[in-house]
Antibody
Framework: EVQLVESGGGLVQPGGSLRLSCAAS????????MMWVRQAPGKGLEWVSY????????YYAESVKGRFTISRDNAKNSLYLQMNGLRAEDTALYYC????????????WGQGTLVTVSS | SYELTQPPSVSVSPGQTASITCSGD??????TYWYQQKPGRSPLLVIY???RRPSGIPERFSGSNSGNTATLNISGAQAMDEADYHC?????????FGGGTKLTVL
């Protein structure tokens, strides 16, 4: 069974940093593209970042470019999101999700980890 | 930047067909994907590559994509189909989501 379990969320002050993790199991992690998607309270889905299976290709949404860094450790079956310079508008539930194929749909999602940026 | 536009809400009577649209410039030239999200739950993929259903998704879910509009149809809508529906595509190296549509079955 495919499982994605996020962790690392919490309350942080504006300008602060957090590192999110996503533990994957039930599939060959190194074969799949992975993404982070967030959802602000009561709002729609917003794509955050993409990483190819080998980490050779990385993309970011304009809203986080220069502040967030996506990475993965295929030996540990883990995906990460380092978030620096956090702003109030980054407050959201952060999901990690698996790509169905190359730049395709997201076929499995974690349960999300909540990030709250507030003083 | 590329944008996808969805109606904020759609209502349907039980047993009827619900149609949820997603509009974007020359969207027919891109694949569209659809997700169902129930309150407090993670999104669930219900349609990929415009009209394909993942394993386990009921046949009453179907999709199409023509011109500037992709459409998710739910035939014989049931109370369990009440949820938010999000469309998604790729524009070059950017994943784009629509704003989401709340489907009410009443």
């Amino acid at each position: 069974e495919v499982q994605l379990v996020e962790s690392g969320g919490g309350l942080v002050q504006p300008g602060g940093s957090l590192r999110l993790s996503c533990a994957a199991s039930g599939f060959t992690f190194s074969s799949y593209e992975m993404m982070w998607v967030r959802q602000a309270p009561g709002k729609g889905l917003e794509w955050v970042s993409y990483i190819s299976n080998s980490a050779g290709i990385i993309y970011y949404a304009e809203s986080v470019k220069g502040r967030f860094t996506i990475s993965r450790d295929n030996a540990k079956n883990s995906l990460y999101l380092q978030m620096n310079g956090l702003r109030a508008e980054d407050t959201a539930l952060y999901y990690c999700a698996r790509g169905l194929g190359h730049l395709s749909a997201l076929d499995y999602w974690g349960q999300g980890t909540l990030v709250t940026v507030s003083s | 930047s590329y944008e996808l536009t969805q109606p904020p809400s759609v209502s349907v009577s039980p047993g009827q067909t619900a149609s949820i649209t997603c509009s974007g410039d020359e969207l027919e030239n891109k694949y569209t994907y659809w997700y169902q999200q129930k309150p407090g739950r993670s999104p669930l993929l219900v349609i990929y590559q415009d009209n394909r259903r993942p394993s386990g998704i009921p046949e009453r879910f179907s999709g199409s994509n023509s011109g500037n509009t992709a459409t998710l149809n739910i035939s014989g809508a049931q109370a369990m189909d009440e949820a938010d529906y999000h469309c998604q595509t790729w524009d070059s190296s950017t994943m784009v989501f629509g704003g989401g549509t709340k489907l009410t079955v009443l």
